[in-house]
């Protein structure tokens, strides 16, 4: 059985709906660095940093990393189409976000792991910045991998997945509503997949974009 630590509101609904898809035992362990209890413990000694999500394969591999462990599902897994279609862009657009998209909203979240205790004014301006830098990566991102986030069965792949879930934090919805209308859409029908609804509406209960 496949362990998955993680909590909602965060990156481990991505890897819960690709478990989904492929069709395998796993339960969840809820955890993550922002909580105290004994599965964010148990986090903490197979992955330091206490990232997530984390997962820990029936072999007791350690898999971290998002794009990394959809990777690696994908390929084990191909029958979930999670790496269905053009799969170069598919592992492009999954490395983009997580380079560009994911690391800027861990600068928004916790700017002080990079600036330390400085004035609470630098850390606006870093936070500022990075948001700004976040909203024209997305749109960097719709304008190359637009055509790429759904399997030819019309299912969403990996990519299809992972820029659905980390397009909800930090206004990047709205600011595609704006910037790119046609992508947005497509991210709406990810949001709408049988298998991927529920998932995102226990992570975000009240989400909608404004």
């Known amino acids: 059985m496949y362990t998955l630590y993680g909590t909602d509101d965060s990156g481990s609904c991505m890897i819960e709906i690709a478990l989904q898809r492929c069709a395998v035992p796993w339960h969840r362990v809820e955890a993550s660095s922002w909580q105290d209890g004994e599965g964010s413990d148990a986090l903490a000694r197979i992955n330091p940093l206490k990232q997530i999500p984390t997962l820990v394969t029936p072999d007791g591999q350690v898999l971290t990393e998002s794009a990394a462990i959809l990777i690696h599902l994908g390929l084990e897994f191909p029958a979930s189409a999670l790496l269905a279609g053009n799969r170069a862009q598919i592992l492009r657009g999954l490395v983009y976000i997580a380079a560009n998209c994911y690391s800027a909203i861990g600068i928004i979240d916790y700017?002080?792991?990079?600036?330390?205790?400085?004035?609470?004014?630098?850390?606006?301006?870093?936070?500022?910045?990075?948001?700004?830098?976040?909203?024209?990566?997305?749109?960097?991102?719709?304008?190359?991998?637009?055509?790429?986030?759904?399997?030819?069965?019309?299912?969403?792949?990996?990519?299809?997945?992972?820029?659905?879930?980390?397009?909800?934090?930090?206004?990047?919805?709205?600011?595609?509503?704006?910037?790119?209308?046609?992508?947005?859409?497509?991210?709406?029908?990810?949001?709408?997949?049988?298998?991927?609804?529920?998932?995102?509406?226990?992570?975000?209960?009240?989400?909608?974009?404004?």
């Open 111 to 210: 700017p002080q792991r990079w600036l330390g205790n400085v004035d609470e004014t630098v850390q606006t301006q870093l936070v500022t910045g990075a948001r700004r830098y976040l909203h024209q990566a997305w749109r960097v991102c719709a304008d190359q991998f637009a055509d790429q986030l759904f399997a030819p069965s019309g299912e969403p792949n990996a990519l299809g997945v992972m820029a659905a879930a980390v397009s909800r934090w930090d206004q990047a919805r709205e600011a595609l509503s704006a910037l790119a209308p046609g992508f947005a859409q497509s991210l709406a029908e990810v949001d709408a997949d049988p298998v991927v609804a529920p998932v995102f509406a226990r992570h975000w209960p009240d989400w909608n974009v404004s």
